[in-house]
């Protein structure tokens, strides 16, 4: 059973720091890309970063130069670093893998538990 598991969530104060991180574990064969969306109440649940296994990044406009994205391809782990944070960055984080099980055939989209991210003073 391939699952995700999240950490790092919590409150920190705007212009703070925080780094969440998310560990896939189960019957994994090859992991094509790893990356970060959000939700608020109300609103579509939109993406923040993605990283293929290659390395290739992509941001949301809002999170450019204020958050990074990286992998630990060898432990099947996504880091999420975000500095510089804003009040409208207070959203709920997803973990998502694009990946392949060890008895699959194809591609498969799995989620994290979600990690709520409160920016407040």
């Known amino acids: 059973q391939v699952r995700l598991v999240e950490s790092g969530g919590g409150l920190v104060q705007p212009g703070g720091s925080l780094r969440l991180s998310c560990a896939a574990s189960?019957?994994?064969?090859?992991?094509?890309?790893m990356g970060w969306f959000r939700q608020v109440p109300g609103e579509q649940r939109e993406l923040v970063a993605v990283?293929?296994?290659?390395?290739?990044?992509n941001y949301a406009d809002s999170v450019k130069g204020r958050f990074t994205i990286s992998r630990d391809n060898a432990k099947n782990k996504v880091y999420l670093q975000m500095d510089s944070l804003k009040p409208e960055d207070t959203a709920v984080y997803y973990c998502?893998?694009?990946?392949?099980?060890?008895?699959?055939?194809?591609?498969?989209?799995?989620w994290g538990q979600g990690s709520l991210v409160t920016v407040s003073s």
């Open positions: 990283i293929t296994s290659g390395g290739n990044t």
């Open positions: 998502n893998a694009n990946l392949i099980s060890s008895l699959g055939y194809r591609y498969l989209e799995y």
């Open positions: 189960g019957s994994i064969f090859s992991i094509n890309a």
